[in-house]
């Protein structure tokens, strides 16, 4: 079964607003990373937080990551249609090292 | 700097037949991994590779092999094709662990009738 779970699935703002989207897993991580897919596109790192740490920015994106609850978010701010896209959480597990899980994905839409 | 490579882009099989899905990269990654991607699952991972002569299963492994002869190359091999096997196949390569961003190939679309 897969480690990650996205909420919402889908989410439709105005240009300008924040985006919130998050991430749940199952079992301890090393590292959790947030990817973003284009229609019909392969996917694009966008930032990676590891376990021992709780905030991380990169831009206009900010990440947090609470391990006691096995949840991550991702905040986007000022949102541009241009991040009109899908979100993937992926962790690599303790127990499974190399292995990555995706979550199912949150799709954002931005209307100008 | 091609990144990583996928071909070919959209291919149809018929039930039955096995197909090569090639994946190359140039920046020297040790890690390497195949996902198929479904409506509504995400990704999953099907088989990975941590460097040359090493493979070792994923999450959905049936009906697929891989090798790993080379740092360059990781082929997908679907032995049988199945209308289950329909999918987005993607290759992915990073350096060698979970520390580290993966990058991503464009993706082969498979459609088995």
């Known amino acids: 079964s897969q480690q990650g779970e996205e909420d919402p699935q889908a989410l439709s703002i105005q240009e300008g607003e924040n985006a919130t989207m998050n991430c749940s897993y199952k079992?301890?991580?090393?590292?959790l990373q947030w990817y973003r897919q284009n229609s019909g596109r392969g996917l694009v790192h966008l930032i990676l937080?590891?376990?021992?740490?709780r905030e991380k920015h990169s831009g206009r994106l900010r990440v947090t990551l609470d391990t006691s609850k096995k949840s991550s978010s991702l905040l986007i701010t000022a949102s541009r249609a241009a991040d009109t896209a899908s979100y993937f959480c992926?962790?690599?597990?303790?127990?499974?090292?190399?292995?990555?899980?995706f979550g199912t994905g949150t799709s954002l839409t931005v209307i100008p | 700097n091609a990144g990583v490579t996928q071909t070919p882009k959209f291919q149809v099989l018929k039930t039955g037949q096995s197909m090569t899905l090639q994946c190359a990269q140039d920046?020297?990654?040790?890690?390497m991994s195949w996902y198929r991607q479904d409506p509504g699952m995400g990704l999953r991972l099907i088989h990975y590779?941590?460097?040359?002569?090493?493979?070792d299963q994923g999450e959905v492994p049936n009906g697929y092999n891989v090798s790993r002869s080379t740092t360059e190359d990781f082929p997908l091999r679907l032995l049988s094709a199945a209308p289950s096997q329909t999918s987005v196949y993607f290759c992915?390569?990073?350096?060698?662990?979970?520390?580290?961003?993966?990058?991503f190939g464009p993706g082969t679309r498979l459609t088995v009738t």
């Open positions: 920046m020297n990654h040790e890690y």
């Open positions: 992915a390569s990073s350096y060698s662990d979970g520390s580290y961003e993966q990058y």
């Open positions: 079992t301890s991580i090393n590292n």
């Open positions: 937080i590891r376990s021992n740490e």
């Open positions: 992926a962790t690599d597990a303790v127990d499974t090292g190399n292995q990555f899980y």
């Open positions: 590779s941590v460097g040359a002569g090493i493979t």
